[in-house]
């Protein structure tokens, strides 16, 4: 089991930036297939910012040149710098471990409010 605990979320203007952190408790972030998607009230939960295990990223069109994964061994941790923000970035952000089949797991998720 691994526990992936979020933080760094919030209320920021637009044009702001925001750093969220996912933490990984339990399993290495360093190995694991690690994303950030987001979920807006009423829609789909949408892919933001992939990192796989061999270091590819992979960014949804809406925010790319504007948010960068990452991803530190000491800290064990998962970031998503978020820069230029924009009031459709809100959503509720979390985090993904994903290692084979078998192990995936989902942060609790964190808030984040843009406003115009």
């Known amino acids: 089991q691994v526990r992936l605990v979020e933080s760094g979320g919030g209320l920021m203007q637009a044009g702001g930036s925001l750093r969220l952190s996912c933490a990984g408790v339990g399993g290495s972030v360093m190995i694991a297939d690690m994303g950030w998607y987001r979920q807006a009230p009423g829609k789909q939960r949408e892919l933001v910012a992939s990192l796989s295990g061999s270091g590819a990223s992979n960014y949804a069109d809406s925010v790319k040149g504007r948010f960068t994964i990452s991803r530190d061994r000491a800290e064990n941790t998962v970031y998503l710098q978020m820069n230029s923000l924009k009031p459709e970035d809100t959503a509720v952000y979390y985090c993904?471990?994903?290692?084979?089949?078998?192990?995936?797991?989902w942060g609790p998720g964190t808030q984040v409010t843009v406003s115009s």
């Open positions: 993904n471990y994903k290692y084979g089949r078998e192990y995936v797991f």
